[in-house]
Structure formats: structure tokens, C-alpha cells
């Protein structure tokens, strides 16, 4: 079911009109507003009447991670501080946080982003969605819980952790539509066959599953053991948070909310537009935030867009997953290698669990890789399988994938730290001020 068939089936035609207008009134807006932007736009030689059709879009300067900043709080308001009603902050675990702010227009705007991302994945007036999100400052949990109560879905608002309870309440209560991270969902799934159910028994029909990176390898895992269709939901604090685009059941690329959101590929190096189709760094500017309107974000996410029509009949644009961070691209050797590479290559393999981590050191001059992977218990308690095989075949798969050797450690299952937010996927153990 479509949640707002007029918005998500619109010809590209009267979308691409709805995008100007609104992109000329946000301009204008935070160009009088801002002082922030005033500047920012001067400084570049643009003027928000200089904005006469989407192709002049890339006149318009970027705003990057360091302005949002530098901005720290409440720098980049458009609206009088009492017209904000909610705040979410990034985590900040890698400088001063990004705090967003939201109108009640922008909660509203937020709630029917997530709720048609709820009908994506099939939900209805009738389901009752475990949101195993953090609720907090992080914006997972509200934003999941804001889509919830728009569509009149049932919200259990779970949060992460206590595992124990989150399969109590799922059991009891047949809840069966998930949300959290795909490795809390994983680690919910193991929990769960410990317990001794199996997918069969467990009553979700739908997860979505976000706010990490993870692989259709990844997927096939956690779709089997769940006994569940999953669907890939794409946000970010900056922006609003979970929502901003969510995959349907053709699982073929995320539906961005685009009468929302406007989305452009750059290529991060020379940051020129890259042509329809290609792959690199997306960059999105919020269409109708009032709060805190953000122009032409680089989001340092690697994707592309596709523009073609889907078969579940929505005419947004898709991105595709995402592959990378322009700035979690890993140099090693020389080689640009992305995290997600390696955890494909793992799980290609049987034997083993997606649970792994990669360590990079620099004994002396050369970088070396190390990745621990857990196997899977039944690999553990079969003593007739050669570990070393396993081993090799592991290190032959992933120098295929990036082209450099690493160094493939066989670990016991459950022995890598568990996560019940994002997952700490990579040690970089190098000194590379030196
Ligand atoms: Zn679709």
C-alpha cells in the first residue's frame, strides 16, 4: 500500500516544478534568515534570485559536516527559538556535535516520511511495530515512533538493549514489524535461536532496518533468520533523521522522499555533478525544513540515483545502498579499501558469521590487515572441518575483493564485542600523523 499516493506517484514533470519552487522559497528563506548562509552565499557570488532552474542548483555553494559545526548549537535557526519543539543531536564521537531542530511542522513533515517508509514495508493500521531504535537524542527511535503515530500503526517504543525483554515483548505481543540497526537485528536473531525458536516461530513479517552500513549478504542473513522481509531505511540527523528515504518490497534501491529532500550525486574530488546513473558522494538539501534548513549537504555517502519508474508504482527517485563514506574509505597500502567490501567477501563463505572486525596496524613501514571472524556454532562443534581451509579460502576471498592480502584470524562464536547500536567494524592502529 501506498501511504500518500498524490506525493510518492507524482511524473517526474511536476515533481522537478514542486522542486524549484520549493528550492527557490528555501533559499530565500535562509539567504534573510541566516546570517550564516547570508554569508556563506555572498562569499560565493550567488544570490538566491540567481536560482531560475534545477540546473542552477550547482551555483549554490555546499554546506559541509564542519559548518553544521561550527554553527554549534543554534547557529544555523531560521526560526525565532520558541518555534522549536524538539531537538536530536548527533552522537559527536568524532568532534562537536551537530544538533538539529524542529518546528511542528517539520515533526509532521518527519512522521509521513517514516510512516510511508512503515507502508513500504508493508505495515497497516493493524501492526504493531517493535521500534528497537534508540530513543534519545538520537533520532532513530523518535523518528520511527513520529511515522508510527502518523499512519496509526501501533508503536512499542523498545528502544535497544535488554534483549531478554525485546524477545518477551515480540513473542507476547506478535509484533511483527521490527526497527533497529541490521547488527542489532542480527543479535536480536541469534538471541532468539538460542532460546530455541525458530524462524517459523517468531511472528515478524517486515524489519527496517538502518543508521549503519550493511550488504545484501547481510540481508539474505538476517532475513532467514528472522523468517522476515527487510527493508533498507536511509537518514541522517543533519537532515531530519530515519526517513529521508526507505526501500519497498521490490527491495531495488531506496525511494528518497523527493518533495522533501533533493538529492544530487557529486564526484567528492573534483566535486563536480556526476551525470544521472554514476556513482558518488550524495549530496541533499531539506525542500521544506523550517527549523533548521540545511542547503546542498555533502552527506560523504557513496551511492547513485536511479531516475526509472518502479514496479510498486512510487515515482521517487531511488538511491542505491549505500556503499561507502568518502571519509571511512580506508587507505591501505595505497588502496582505497570500504569496510563493506570485506564484509562481503566474509559472507560468501559458509562457516562463518557476520560478525568480524578489521584491525590495521604499522609494524614497521608496510600496513597490514588483520580481520577476525567469528565462525558459526555449527562450524565450531564440527571437528571434521579443516579451519585452515576455511581460513585461506577467507583470505583468498576478500584479496579478490580489494585487491590487497590480509591476514584471516578464526575466532569462537560470540567472542568479537557485541553492539546494540552501531557496530565497531574497524581498529585503525596506525599513526598516520607521523
Ligand atoms: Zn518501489
Known amino acids: 500500500m501506498i501511504w500518500n499516493e498524490e506525493a510518492e506517484c507524482m511524473s517526474r514533470e511536476d515533481k522537478e516544478e514542486l522542486q524549484l519552487a520549493l528550492f527557490q522559497k528555501q533559499v530565500k528563506t535562509v539567504y534573510e534568515k541566516v546570517p550564516f548562509y547570508k554569508k556563506k552565499f555572498d562569499d560565493a557570488g550567488f544570490h538566491p534570485d540567481d536560482l531560475k ?84 537524542l538520537f533520532t532513530g527511535g523518535p523518528g520511527i515512533d513520529h511515522g508510527a503515530k502518523t499512519t496509526g500503526a501501533m508503536v512499542l517504543p523498545m528502544s535497544s538493549g535488554n534483549t531478554a525483554r525485546q524477545m518477551k515483548m515480540m513473542m507476547d505481543l506478535k509484533c511483527d ?78 525511494h528518497i522522499q523527493d518533495d522533501h529532500f533533493y538529492a544530487e550525486i557529486i564526484d ?85 558469521t557476520a560478525n568480524y572486525l578489521i584491525h590495521i596496524t604499522r609494524p614497521k613501514i608496510l600496513d597490514e590487515i588483520e580481520v577476525k571472524i567469528e565462525i558459526s556454532p555449527e562450524t565450531f562443534s564440527d571437528e571434521m572441518r579443516n579451519l585452515e581451509t576455511l581460513q585461506r579460502e577467507l583470505e583468498a576471498k576478500i584479496h579478490s575483493a580489494i585487491g590487497i592480502k590480509v591476514d584471516v584470524s578464526l575466532v569462537e562464536p560470540e567472542s568479537l564485542p557485541r553492539s546494540e547500536g552501531k557496530a565497531v567494524r574497524v581498529i585503525d592502529d596506525r599513526n598516520l600523523d607521523k
Not at 99 to 112: A, F, L, M, P, Q
Not at 228 to 237: A, E, P, Q
Not at 288 to 311: A, V
Open 268 to 352: 567528492p574530488d573534483t566535486l563536480e555533478n556526476l551525470p544521472e546513473g554514476e556513482t558518488g558522494e550524495l549530496v541533499l538539501t531539506t525542500l521544506t525544513k523550517e527549523g533548521m534548513p540545511i542547503i546542498r549537504f555533502r552527506t560523504k555517502d557513496i551511492t547513485s540515483l536511479n531516475y526509472d519508474s518502479c514496479p510498486c508504482g512510487r515515482t521517487t527517485i531511488r538511491m542505491n545502498r549505500i556503499t561507502g563514506r568518502s571519509d571511512d574509505k580506508l587507505k591501505v597500502k595505497g588502496v582505497l579499501v570500504f569496510p563493506s567490501q570485506i564484509e562481503s567477501a566474509i559472507l560468501q563463505v559458509d562457516g562463518v
Open 53 to 136: 532552474t534545477l540546473n542552477d542548483v550547482k551555483k549554490i555553494p555546499f554546506t559541509t559536516k564542519d559548518d553544521l559545526r561550527s554553527a554549534y548549537p543554534f547557529g544555523l535557526f531560521a526560526v525565532p527559538e520558541d518555534e522549536i519543539i524538539e531537538l536530536h543531536s548527533t552522537s559527536g564521537t568524532t568532534g562537536t556535535p551537530v544538533v538539529s531542530g524542529y518546528t511542528r511542522h517539520d515533526i509532521d513533515v518527519w512522521g509521513e516520511c517514516t510512516g510511508r517508509a512503515i507502508w513500504m514495508a508493508g505495515g497497516t493500521k493493524d501492526s504493531i511495530i517493535q521500534n528497537s531504535y534508540g530513543y534519545g
Open 177 to 254: 514489524i521490527l526497527t533497529c540497526t541490521p547488527s542489532y537485528a542480527l543479535y536480536i536473531a541469534e538471541s532468539l535461536e538460542k532460546a530455541g525458536y525458530s524462524p517459523e516461530d517468531i511472528p515478524l513479517k517486515a524489519g527496517i532496518f538502518g543508521a549503519e552500513m550493511w550488504t545484501e549478504e547481510m540481508r539474505k542473513e538476517i532475513e532467514t533468520k528472522l523468517g522476515l522481509k527487510s527493508h533498507n531505511i536511509y537518514g541522517l540527523t543533519e537532515m531530519m533523521g530515519p526517513g529521508v528515504a526507505a526501500e519497498c518490497d521490490e527491495q531495488n534501491g531506496l
